[in-house]
């Protein structure tokens, strides 16, 4: 029954990127985001972010009705960055950005806010990391003090993806102490429509076609009911949103890198040097086993830690491992396939060239690979 679910998810994936992404990947940043989004929900794919009850896809038991199931993110985002990085990005987005809604909003906010996200009508954004709090939220600065039933969010946050493009952000600030000050319940989440007066954001670029930015709260004003969860809940809250989505970095890590190993096969069997086929040079030939074994590997690595996640497991370690193997696997596999494609490797406009620098962010967002090594050394000594 859930190999089927996932299998139509992953097939359905595999259609919109085989339809859409050569168009997309033409299109300037902001019109190719609105693009993939606008082809993601006529798909019905922006519904594996949220869950059936307040909108969702039907996720034929693969999570409960009230959550997101991992292994269907998984399967879609790992076929959806085979094809274009920004079909995978906008899509990620609507679950990232949203579940601390799902999670901690009050049930008037879900059932206003989660069915427009499903939809794809309102994009959504996550804004956690300020220029002085990156790996460490302990030291996010960003204050929302209380004025009367209100709060006032005052604050500057970095790299937010969906920057200028979300309709609405989930805002992890300071409600008590000072950064740093060790205080394990001094955050809150929020939820601030883009529309509020003080919200301003302004687009930087990256290495790979990706919306994002700083965001900057200057005064923003919010009711007391666009709070995610209790006052000090922020940082659990936080971390129990990477926690669902973090396998799924892992998923798209593997979508690029089978992508990649499919350009290298493809190309060494077919340019011929020295009177053959590069494919037949023995050297090679081992390369291509070394990626296609390790890769397997990581696509097993993400089924374990995505179906531990859907069980409701704890399963720090094994998300930790899935995401650091695979994102560091990914790399090591597009730069053996730009070394395949001799000059054209680097060659703008060639896919292995894009894949090498799409997945590099990989290994830094949503916990580095660092990170991912200290949670795992935690748990392998709790
Ligand atoms: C493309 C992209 C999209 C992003 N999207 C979002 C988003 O939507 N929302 C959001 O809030 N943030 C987003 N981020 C920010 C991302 O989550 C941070 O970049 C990441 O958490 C690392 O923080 P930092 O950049 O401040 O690096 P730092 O925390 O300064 O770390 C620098 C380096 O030091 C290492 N390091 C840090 N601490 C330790 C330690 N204790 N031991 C060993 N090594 C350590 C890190 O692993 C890293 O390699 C995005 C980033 C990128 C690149």
């Given amino acids: 029954m859930s190999a089927a679910a996932l299998e139509a998810f992953r097939a359905r994936a595999r259609r919109v ?176 429509p883009a529309s509020t007066p003080g919200l301003v954001p302004e687009r930087f670029e990256v290495t790979s076609p990706h919306p994002i930015g700083d965001v900057r709260f200057e005064g923003v004003e919010v009711d007391d009911a666009q709070r995610l969860g209790d006052v000090g809940s922020g940082l659990d809250t936080a971390l129990a949103v990477l926690g669902r989505f973090r396998v799924s970095v892992a998923a798209a890590a593997n979508g690029f890198a089978r992508r990649a190993l499919e350009e290298s096969i493809a190309h060494l069997k077919s340019r011929v040097q020295f009177g053959k086929p590069l494919a037949a040079q023995q050297g090679l030939g081992f390369d291509l086993a070394e990626m296609d074994m390790r890769l397997r590997a990581a696509e097993l690595l993400v089924d374990e830690a995505a179906a531990a996640v859907d069980r409701g497991q704890r399963a720090v370690l094994e998300v930790a491992r899935a995401k650091l193997f695979a994102t560091e696997n990914a790399s090591y596999v597009c730069d053996r396939a730009v070394q395949h494609f001799g000059g054209l490797g680097v060659k703008r406009g060639v896919l292995v060239e894009r894949l090498w620098r799409d997945v590099r962010a990989l290994r830094i967002y949503e916990g580095a690979s660092e990170v991912q090594k200290l949670l795992m050394a935690r748990e392998l000594t709790r």
């Avoid at 600065?141 to 493009?165: D, M, P, Q, Y």
């Fill in 17 to 192: 990127g085989e339809q859409h992404a050569t168009e997309i990947d033409a299109l300037d940043e902001t019109a190719g985001a609105r693009r993939a989004l606008e082809v993601l929900a006529a798909a019905g794919l922006t519904k594996v972010c949220v869950p059936e009850q307040w909108g969702g896809a039907h996720l034929d038991g693969l999570a409960s009705r009230k959550d997101v199931s991992c292994r269907a993110l998984c399967a879609v985002r790992s076929e959806l960055a085979r094809h274009s990085a920004m079909l995978d990005v906008m899509l990620v987005m609507q679950g990232l950005g949203s579940y601390a809604i799902t999670i901690g909003g009050s049930e008037a906010l879900r059932g206003e806010l989660l069915p427009r996200v499903a939809r794809g009508e309102l994009v959504a954004a996550f804004a956690l990391t300020e220029p002085g709090a990156g790996s460490d939220l302990g030291l996010v600065a960003t204050r929302a003090e209380r004025v009367g039933a209100r709060w006032k969010l005052t604050g500057h946050k970095t790299f937010i993806s969906n920057a200028g493009v979300a309709g609405l952000y989930t805002v992890l600030a300071r409600t008590s102490g000072e950064p740093g000050d060790g205080g394990k319940a001094s955050l809150t989440m929020f939820c601030v």
